[in-house]
């Protein structure tokens, strides 16, 4: 979907060492001061665009989002995926590289808490506890923007109901 996006976005940077982490999930306390103006746009486009993962471990990292408007799980554990650092192995150490996916997904504007949870290729929990960070964009979007596009796309039926005899 193409809505008209504000072209000036914040940017938070979310290290792991500063959430408060129990098992596999993180959760970050967001200041109102992170955002540029907290009375941009009525909803907010978020994405992975950048992070680091720096573990010495043969397995990927797969980061969900939770708190998202417009997206559903099969994996009744996990939220919808907002990135992943794939293994980058040689014979002595491990590196992992950010996969982009282009997914944004749509929530609630300047949320004051952000939850990451984190799991493994074979989607066991993974407890990450530093040596991560990530970067979120938000890109805001107007409550009409939102209800032109909707209306755009709205359902309406291409045959007539048939009359009854």
């Known amino acids: 979907m193409n809505y008209p996006k504000s072209s000036i976005c914040d940017y938070v940077n979310l290290f792991f060492a500063d959430a ?3 098992s596999n999930e993180a959760v970050f306390t967001i200041p109102a001061s992170a955002y540029l103006n907290n009375e941009r746009g009525d909803y907010v486009l ?7 993962y720096f573990a010495n471990a043969e397995h990927s990292l797969i980061l969900t989002i939770d708190n998202v408007i417009n997206a559903y799980s099969t994996n009744a554990s996990m939220s919808p995926v907002l990135g992943c650092f794939t293994n980058v192995t040689n014979e002595a150490n491990h590196k992992h590289i950010f996969i982009p996916n282009g997914v944004s997904y749509l929530m609630h504007p300047n949320p004051s808490k952000i939850t990451i949870k984190t799991f493994e290729h074979d989607l066991s929990a993974e407890n990450v506890t530093s040596n991560c960070y990530i970067t979120l964009k938000f ?6 923007a939102v209800k032109e596009q909707n209306n755009a796309v709205a359902f309406t039926p291409a045959f007539p109901e048939p009359k009854s005899f």
């Open 20 to 22: 408060v982490v129990t």
């Open 46 to 52: 978020v994405s992975m665009v950048d992070g680091v």
């Open 139 to 144: 890109q805001y979007l107007s409550k009409n």
